[in-house]
Protein backbone atom coordinates (compact mmCIF):
# COMPACT_ATOMS: atom_id res chain seq x y z
CA UNK A 1 0.00 0.00 0.00
CA UNK A 2 1.04 3.48 -0.43
CA UNK A 3 2.15 5.83 2.39
CA UNK A 4 3.57 9.10 3.30
CA UNK A 5 6.10 10.14 5.55
CA UNK A 6 7.00 12.97 7.73
CA UNK A 7 8.97 12.49 10.28
CA UNK A 8 8.90 16.71 11.93
CA UNK A 9 6.30 17.27 13.62
CA UNK A 10 7.39 20.82 13.86
CA UNK A 11 10.35 22.88 12.68
CA UNK A 12 11.97 26.04 13.30
CA UNK A 13 13.69 28.40 11.04
CA UNK A 14 15.04 31.98 11.06
CA UNK A 15 13.70 34.51 8.52
CA UNK A 16 15.36 34.62 5.26
CA UNK A 17 17.41 31.34 5.81
CA UNK A 18 16.75 27.90 3.95
CA UNK A 19 14.88 25.03 5.72
CA UNK A 20 14.03 21.51 4.33
CA UNK A 21 11.10 19.45 5.05
CA UNK A 22 11.50 16.15 4.77
CA UNK A 23 9.11 13.44 2.72
CA UNK A 24 9.41 9.55 2.42
CA UNK A 25 6.93 7.45 0.53
CA UNK A 26 6.13 3.86 -0.18
CA UNK A 27 4.79 2.59 -2.91
CA UNK A 28 5.30 -0.08 -5.69
CA UNK A 29 4.06 1.33 -8.71
CA UNK A 30 6.86 2.99 -11.18
CA UNK A 31 4.63 6.08 -12.48
CA UNK A 32 2.95 8.30 -9.67
CA UNK A 33 2.80 12.07 -8.73
CA UNK A 34 4.46 13.42 -5.29
CA UNK A 35 2.95 16.78 -4.23
CA UNK A 36 3.49 19.54 -1.41
CA UNK A 37 0.43 21.75 0.01
CA UNK A 38 0.54 24.65 2.36
CA UNK A 39 -1.94 24.90 5.59
CA UNK A 40 -2.24 28.24 6.73
CA UNK A 41 -3.50 28.61 9.98
CA UNK A 42 -6.55 29.96 8.17
CA UNK A 43 -6.93 26.52 7.36
CA UNK A 44 -7.25 26.36 3.16
CA UNK A 45 -4.90 24.23 1.34
CA UNK A 46 -2.51 26.06 -1.13
CA UNK A 47 -0.80 23.60 -3.75
CA UNK A 48 3.03 24.29 -4.24
CA UNK A 49 4.43 22.19 -5.73
CA UNK A 50 4.27 19.04 -7.98
CA UNK A 51 6.86 16.28 -9.16
CA UNK A 52 6.23 13.70 -11.60
CA UNK A 53 8.31 9.79 -10.92
CA UNK A 54 9.40 10.11 -14.53
CA UNK A 55 10.00 13.78 -14.54
CA UNK A 56 14.26 14.14 -14.81
CA UNK A 57 14.94 17.54 -13.01
CA UNK A 58 13.43 18.83 -9.85
CA UNK A 59 10.80 20.91 -9.86
CA UNK A 60 10.98 24.42 -8.91
CA UNK A 61 7.86 27.21 -8.07
CA UNK A 62 9.73 30.46 -7.49
CA UNK A 63 11.06 30.00 -3.56
CA UNK A 64 10.04 26.26 -3.56
CA UNK A 65 11.97 23.17 -4.99
CA UNK A 66 11.41 19.63 -4.42
CA UNK A 67 14.66 17.69 -3.47
CA UNK A 68 13.60 14.49 -5.50
CA UNK A 69 15.34 10.98 -5.09
CA UNK A 70 13.98 8.24 -6.83
CA UNK A 71 16.19 5.39 -5.36
CA UNK A 72 15.74 6.70 -1.44
CA UNK A 73 11.82 7.49 -2.03
CA UNK A 74 12.30 10.89 -0.80
CA UNK A 75 10.55 14.26 -1.77
CA UNK A 76 12.21 16.72 0.57
CA UNK A 77 10.70 20.37 -0.11
CA UNK A 78 13.21 23.25 0.33
CA UNK A 79 11.96 26.56 1.01
CA UNK A 80 14.42 29.35 0.39
CA UNK A 81 14.63 32.81 2.11
CA UNK A 82 12.17 31.92 4.58
CA UNK A 83 9.37 34.49 5.25
CA UNK A 84 6.85 34.95 8.30
CA UNK A 85 4.44 34.20 6.23
CA UNK A 86 5.54 30.91 5.77
CA UNK A 87 4.44 29.49 8.94
CA UNK A 88 2.21 26.87 8.42
CA UNK A 89 1.73 23.25 7.89
CA UNK A 90 3.24 21.51 5.29
CA UNK A 91 1.43 18.59 4.03
CA UNK A 92 2.89 15.59 1.59
CA UNK A 93 0.90 13.71 -1.05
CA UNK A 94 1.41 10.76 -3.28
CA UNK A 95 -0.92 10.00 -6.34
CA UNK A 96 -0.84 7.17 -8.40
CA UNK A 97 0.10 8.53 -11.82
CA UNK A 98 -1.64 6.59 -14.61
CA UNK A 99 -4.47 4.04 -14.04
CA UNK A 100 -6.15 5.84 -10.83
CA UNK A 101 -9.18 7.69 -9.66
CA UNK A 102 -6.98 10.15 -8.74
CA UNK A 103 -6.78 9.65 -4.89
CA UNK A 104 -3.84 11.92 -3.15
CA UNK A 105 -2.39 9.43 -0.29
CA UNK A 106 -1.20 12.43 2.56
CA UNK A 107 1.48 12.91 5.33
CA UNK A 108 0.38 13.80 8.75
CA UNK A 109 2.55 17.03 8.08
CA UNK A 110 5.11 19.13 9.57
CA UNK A 111 4.29 22.57 11.25
CA UNK A 112 6.79 24.78 10.14
CA UNK A 113 7.29 28.50 12.27
CA UNK A 114 9.15 31.06 11.10
CA UNK A 115 11.30 33.16 13.41
CA UNK A 116 11.72 37.12 12.93
CA UNK B 1 -13.74 33.20 -10.07
CA UNK B 2 -14.95 31.47 -7.11
CA UNK B 3 -12.73 28.39 -7.31
CA UNK B 4 -14.29 25.66 -5.07
CA UNK B 5 -16.66 26.52 -2.27
CA UNK B 6 -18.01 24.86 0.19
CA UNK B 7 -21.32 25.27 2.50
CA UNK B 8 -21.61 25.84 5.44
CA UNK B 9 -18.51 26.67 6.70
CA UNK B 10 -19.16 25.49 10.37
CA UNK B 11 -22.21 23.12 11.75
CA UNK B 12 -22.82 21.40 15.54
CA UNK B 13 -24.78 18.75 15.23
CA UNK B 14 -26.53 16.35 17.89
CA UNK B 15 -26.14 12.58 18.02
CA UNK B 16 -28.03 11.10 14.96
CA UNK B 17 -29.21 14.02 13.28
CA UNK B 18 -28.29 14.11 9.41
CA UNK B 19 -27.28 16.80 7.55
CA UNK B 20 -25.54 17.72 4.03
CA UNK B 21 -22.35 19.39 2.67
CA UNK B 22 -22.39 21.11 -0.34
CA UNK B 23 -19.02 21.23 -2.67
CA UNK B 24 -19.38 23.80 -5.67
CA UNK B 25 -16.22 24.72 -8.64
CA UNK B 26 -16.48 26.61 -10.99
CA UNK B 27 -13.08 25.34 -12.68
CA UNK B 28 -15.82 22.84 -15.32
CA UNK B 29 -13.49 19.93 -13.35
CA UNK B 30 -14.33 16.43 -14.00
CA UNK B 31 -12.59 15.17 -10.76
CA UNK B 32 -14.14 16.31 -7.10
CA UNK B 33 -13.16 14.89 -3.58
CA UNK B 34 -14.51 14.85 -0.16
CA UNK B 35 -11.67 14.51 2.65
CA UNK B 36 -11.87 14.94 6.73
CA UNK B 37 -8.76 15.81 8.38
CA UNK B 38 -8.76 15.33 12.02
CA UNK B 39 -5.82 16.23 14.37
CA UNK B 40 -2.50 14.62 13.98
CA UNK B 41 -3.93 12.48 11.02
CA UNK B 42 -3.49 14.55 7.74
CA UNK B 43 -6.33 14.69 5.32
CA UNK B 44 -7.69 10.99 4.03
CA UNK B 45 -10.18 10.69 1.56
CA UNK B 46 -13.76 9.84 2.10
CA UNK B 47 -15.65 9.89 -1.52
CA UNK B 48 -15.09 11.04 -4.82
CA UNK B 49 -16.23 11.64 -8.55
CA UNK B 50 -14.66 10.95 -11.68
CA UNK B 51 -17.39 12.23 -13.56
CA UNK B 52 -21.59 13.43 -13.25
CA UNK B 53 -22.94 10.68 -11.85
CA UNK B 54 -20.70 8.87 -10.47
CA UNK B 55 -19.09 8.69 -7.10
CA UNK B 56 -16.93 5.82 -5.60
CA UNK B 57 -15.55 5.35 -2.11
CA UNK B 58 -12.10 6.34 -0.57
CA UNK B 59 -10.22 5.52 2.25
CA UNK B 60 -13.10 6.25 5.02
CA UNK B 61 -16.19 5.69 3.37
CA UNK B 62 -18.29 4.60 6.13
CA UNK B 63 -20.95 6.55 7.62
CA UNK B 64 -20.79 8.89 4.68
CA UNK B 65 -22.98 8.88 1.35
CA UNK B 66 -22.42 11.37 -1.53
CA UNK B 67 -24.53 12.52 -4.82
CA UNK B 68 -22.52 14.16 -8.09
CA UNK B 69 -26.17 15.15 -9.68
CA UNK B 70 -24.39 18.20 -11.50
CA UNK B 71 -20.69 18.39 -12.78
CA UNK B 72 -20.23 21.20 -10.72
CA UNK B 73 -21.53 20.02 -7.21
CA UNK B 74 -20.75 17.16 -4.85
CA UNK B 75 -22.68 16.51 -2.19
CA UNK B 76 -21.54 14.82 1.18
CA UNK B 77 -24.10 13.53 3.57
CA UNK B 78 -24.51 12.72 6.80
CA UNK B 79 -27.49 10.45 7.71
CA UNK B 80 -26.94 9.91 11.19
CA UNK B 81 -24.25 11.84 12.85
CA UNK B 82 -21.73 10.50 15.56
CA UNK B 83 -19.35 11.96 17.65
CA UNK B 84 -16.63 10.22 15.47
CA UNK B 85 -17.50 12.37 12.31
CA UNK B 86 -16.45 15.59 14.64
CA UNK B 87 -13.71 16.74 12.21
CA UNK B 88 -12.87 19.52 9.14
CA UNK B 89 -14.27 18.42 6.06
CA UNK B 90 -12.17 19.43 3.05
CA UNK B 91 -13.63 19.56 -0.44
CA UNK B 92 -11.75 19.58 -3.68
CA UNK B 93 -11.49 19.12 -7.41
CA UNK B 94 -8.93 18.30 -10.45
CA UNK B 95 -8.85 18.79 -14.08
CA UNK B 96 -7.30 15.49 -14.70
CA UNK B 97 -5.94 12.38 -13.60
CA UNK B 98 -2.74 13.20 -14.83
CA UNK B 99 -0.76 15.73 -12.86
CA UNK B 100 -4.03 15.86 -10.95
CA UNK B 101 -3.10 19.23 -8.57
CA UNK B 102 -6.27 19.45 -6.99
CA UNK B 103 -7.88 22.42 -5.47
CA UNK B 104 -9.22 23.09 -2.24
CA UNK B 105 -12.11 24.91 -1.12
CA UNK B 106 -12.05 26.36 2.54
CA UNK B 107 -13.15 23.57 4.56
CA UNK B 108 -16.25 23.20 6.54
CA UNK B 109 -15.69 22.87 10.56
CA UNK B 110 -18.62 20.04 12.29
CA UNK B 111 -19.11 19.36 15.75
CA UNK B 112 -21.06 16.39 16.42
CA UNK B 113 -21.90 16.38 20.58
Known amino acids: AQKITQTQPGMFVQEKEAVTLDCTYD???????LFWYKQPSSGEMIFLIY??????QNATEGRYSLNFQKARKSANLVISASQLGDSAMYFC?????????????FGKGTKLSVKP | NAGVTQTPKFRVLKTGQSMTLLCAQDMNHEYMYWYRQDPGMGLRLIHYSVGEGTTAKGEVPDGYNVSRLKKQNFLLGLESAAPSQTSVYFC????????????FGPGTRLTVL
Open chain 1, 27 to 33: TSDQSYG
Open chain 1, 93 to 105: AMIKRWGSQGNLI
Open chain 2, 92 to 103: ASSRDRVKNEQF
Open chain 1, 51 to 56: QGSYDE
